[in-house]
Every structure is written in structure tokens, then in C-alpha cells.
């Protein structure tokens, strides 16, 4: 309320000073006596126009009339007079705004920009593809049984051939035993057989059955050798052991996965590309493969094969590339990002992708032309110009110019969405768009 009540006794203040002002100007400047001559002139012309006006045959036919008609006539003529003056300043209105922003031109936009140059582009194939084991198995066993013990530790490397899970074969090493007791005997026989039937002791019958049987105990031991082994779990490839989930005392069944056993080095990348790359990619070419894992690392390789058919869904070649792994680094089942250098370096334009305003019927880029005018700072005006372009291949931020701009030209990078031919443009380059080859994500 006080702050009411000063505002009010303010406005009052001033509005007393402007009326003592005005009538100490008024006194000045003899307002008065201009006021009575304008008045006695504007008299006297009311007082011509009216002479005029009673002498006219319009007056006289007026006046003639009955003094309804009269009114009703002169009220509709004063209705369509007030009309047409606000027709008549609607259109004085419109015209002049008109004139006004036809006068003031288009308004400046503030724009940044960069030179057109020349930069060495390496041209590749990009894709993302899937890691993949030189040889990788999930390891199971062929029958079931209790667990004896388990030599190895979870993520340990192990040799081709070496033990991993030995199951319970004291039943099956004693049959065996068995059986080769009994083949030994078989042969023995066999073998006693045969000297008889040299000296026609035993009919060839006899010597049949005998070698027969002999044969027979000779299979059933080879079998339960096999049963045996298979009472052996043992690697069958060299490589790094997964997690050993599995304790002696536990009962598996034939099937159950019990662990995983992955090659690493060297080590598989699966990335497809389009089929318009076919002619691009071949057997031993480099490939730079990088991994989220491993930001600042790059691992090299080479193609190893090419599928001979395009996927009909997708009309995308399966490629499969050899990657050296001594650290054992990469682990199957990474996501990777792989680089095909395809050709020798080039010198092209480069332009940051926002630069470009990519369109249906073309893309375009706004180029600063200078007006051969001065602005306020005494600095040579610039002008918005739209021009066509062709484009290339893309690296990071970067898209790669074939036809359009010329080299030194200066390009509109941000800030062209609000330009047309001949806007005024006013550049300021203290925050410029991306522009590397090889971006990294921010943290």
C-alpha cells in the first residue's frame, strides 16, 4: 500500500509540473491568440462552405423535401460518409505498412561460418559387427554320473587333451579289467587252437569259433575303454576355461552344460555390408577394429572370408575378419566397430554435417557473399546466397563435398534454418558445430 501511495504521489507531481510548464510555454509562445486566429479562420471557411452549400440544387431540393424524408437523408448520408472515411483509412493504414516494411528490407540473422578446405580422406567401410571365439563350446558330457573331482579353476588356460571334469568310473575300470581278463583268455585259447589245427587236432570249426570269440572279448574291452573315456571330460582345443560352476559330489546329466571353453587368440569379428560394397571387399584386406571396452585401443586384422550369398531380408554380405588377440583383450560376444580401408587417400572438400540442409529435391548449403557494402562497424556486409551441392561419403561429424562449393568459400555452419536468399547476415564464430573425423563420445 505505501509503495501505491508513492507511485500516486509521484504521478500527481508530474502532472502538475507538466500543466504549470505548459501554461508558462503558453504565455511563451502566445498559444492564446494562435488559438483565436486559427478559430476565426475555421469560422470563416465553415461560413464560405456553407454559403456554397445553400447555393447548390442539391440544398434546394433538399430543403424542398418533407422534413422526415429530409432527416432520414441526411442521417443515411452522414452513415455512408463515416463509412468511407474508415474504408478510406483501413486502406491509407495498410498501404503504408506496406510501404514501411517494403522499406525496411529483410532483417540480419546471426550466423556462424567457416572457409571451405581441403582435407586428406582415407576412404573406408564402416560397420558394427559381433566377437566371436576362433573356437568356442559350450562342454557337456555324453552320459551321467557323480562328480570325482574337478583339476581346474574357473578362468584358467588349459592345454588340448587335459583333464577338466573326471567323473565316477570305478564301476566301469573294474569291468574293464574284467573284459580284458576274459579277451586274454580268448586269445590264449585262440592262439592254442590254432597250433592244434596245424596238426589236425581240432576241426577249422573249432578254430573259428575260437577266433570268433577272441574278436568278440577284443570289442567288448575297446567299448568299455570308450565308456571309460567318456567318464573323462578333456579339452578339446586349447583355450581359457569360463566359469567353473561345477563341485565334486555333484551328479550331472548326460546334456547338462557344465562349463564353457573359449579361444581367444587370434580371435572372430562378424560385421556385415551392403551388397553395393561387394566389389570393395576381399580376402586379406586390413580391417581396424575398436570396441567400447577398449576406447583408446585399436586392434588390427585381417578378412578371412566372405559369405558366397546375400541375406534376401536384408540384402546384406556376411563378412568374417581374423583379429590378433595376444592379450586376450576382446571377449567373444563384444559389440565392435569395424573400419575397411578401401582405396588410396584423397584431397576433398569437407563440410560439418549441420552445414548441410539435406532436402527432397537436393541437398543445399547457404554461402556468405559480400554485398560490396559497408555495415556499422566499416566491415564488408555479407549477404545469405543458397547453392546446390553434391555430397560424398560421411566420416564422424564430417560429410565430404564432390560439387557445388569451390575451395575458400565461406559456408554458413548454423543458424541457416532462419535464412533465405539476400538475408543480411551478421557472423559470429565463437561457438562453432562439431567438426572431427573422429568423434568420441562425451563422458
Request: charged share 20%; glycine share 6%.
Amino acid at each position: 500500500m505505501k509503495l501505491l501511495e508513492t507511485i500516486k504521489n509521484k504521478v500527481i507531481a508530474i502532472v502538475l509540473a507538466l500543466w504549470a510548464w505548459m501554461k508558462f510555454r503558453a504565455v511563451e509562445w502566445k498559444l492564446r491568440e494562435r488559438l483565436i486566429t486559427l478559430w476565426e479562420k475555421a469560422k470563416a471557411f465553415y461560413a464560405r462552405m456553407g454559403q456554397k452549400w445553400r447555393s447548390t440544387k442539391i440544398y434546394a431540393k433538399l430543403m424542398a423535401m418533407e422534413p422526415l424524408p429530409r432527416r432520414m437523408t441526411i442521417m443515411l448520408c452522414g452513415v455512408f460518409l463515416l463509412l468511407g472515411l474508415i474504408f478510406a483509412f483501413n486502406q491509407f493504414k495498410t498501404f503504408m505498412i506496406k510501404h514501411f516494411i517494403s522499406g525496411m528490407g529483410l532483417p540480419p540473422a546471426t550466423v556462424s561460418t567457416m572457409v571451405v578446405a581441403t582435407s586428406e580422406w582415407q576412404p573406408k567401410l564402416t560397420s558394427v559387427g559381433n566377437v566371436r571365439a576362433f573356437r568356442g563350446v559350450e562342454l557337456s558330457t555324453e552320459i551321467g554320473g557323480l562328480v570325482l573331482t574337478v583339476p581346474i579353476k574357473s578362468g584358467q588356460d588349459v592345454k588340448e587333451g587335459e583333464l577338466l571334469i573326471k567323473l565316477n568310473d570305478a564301476s566301469d575300470v573294474a569291468q574293464l579289467k574284467s573284459l580284458k581278463a576274459m579277451a586274454d583268455l580268448a586269445k590264449v585259447i585262440n592262439e592254442r587252437d590254432r597250433q592244434q589245427l596245424a596238426i589236425q587236432a581240432i576241426s577249422k570249426n573249432v578254430f573259428d569259433t575260437s577266433a570268433a570269440d577272441a574278436n568278440s572279448k577284443q570289442a567288448q574291452v575297446e567299448s568299455q575303454t570308450a565308456l571309460v573315456a567318456k567318464k573323462n571330460l578333456k579339452a578339446p582345443f586349447s583355450g581359457r576355461v569360463g566359469i567353473v560352476s561345477i563341485n565334486p559330489g555333484q551328479y550331472v546329466n548326460p546334456g547338462d552344460k557344465l562349463l564353457t571353453l573359449q579361444t581367444l587368440d587370434p580371435i572372430f569379428v562378424d560385421f556385415n555390408l551392403p551388397q553395393n560394397n561387394a566389389e570393395q571387399i576381399q580376402v586379406g584386406q586390413k580391417v581396424v577394429v575398436t570396441t567400447d571396452a577398449f576406447k583408446d585401443v585399436s586392434f588390427t586384422g585381417k578378412i578371412t572370408a566372405v559369405s558366397p550369398k546375400v541375406d534376401t531380408n536384408t540384402r546384406n554380405i556376411q563378412v568374417e575378419a581374423q583379429i590378433a588377440n595376444p592379450d586376450k583383450k576382446i571377449l567373444p560376444g563384444m559389440f565392435a566397430n569395424v573400419n575397411i580401408q578401401v582405396g588410396e587417400q584423397a584431397k576433398l572438400l569437407t563440410l560439418p554435417q549441420t552445414a548441410v540442409t539435406y532436402n527432397p529435391y537436393g541437398s543445399t548449403v547457404f554461402v556468405a557473399k559480400p554485398t560490396g557494402k559497408k555495415d556499422k562497424q566499416g566491415k564488408p556486409a555479407l549477404e545469405a546466397q543458397q547453392v546446390f551441392v553434391t555430397t560424398g561419403a560421411t566420416r564422424g561429424d564430417q560429410v565430404a563435398i564432390l560439387k557445388g562449393v569451390e575451395e575458400g568459400a565461406t559456408v554458413v555452419t548454423s543458424g541457416q534454418l532462419k535464412l533465405k536468399n539476400g538475408t543480411p547476415l551478421i557472423i559470429n564464430n565463437t561457438v562453432q558445430p562439431a567438426n572431427s573425423p573422429d568423434p568420441k563420445p562425451q563422458e
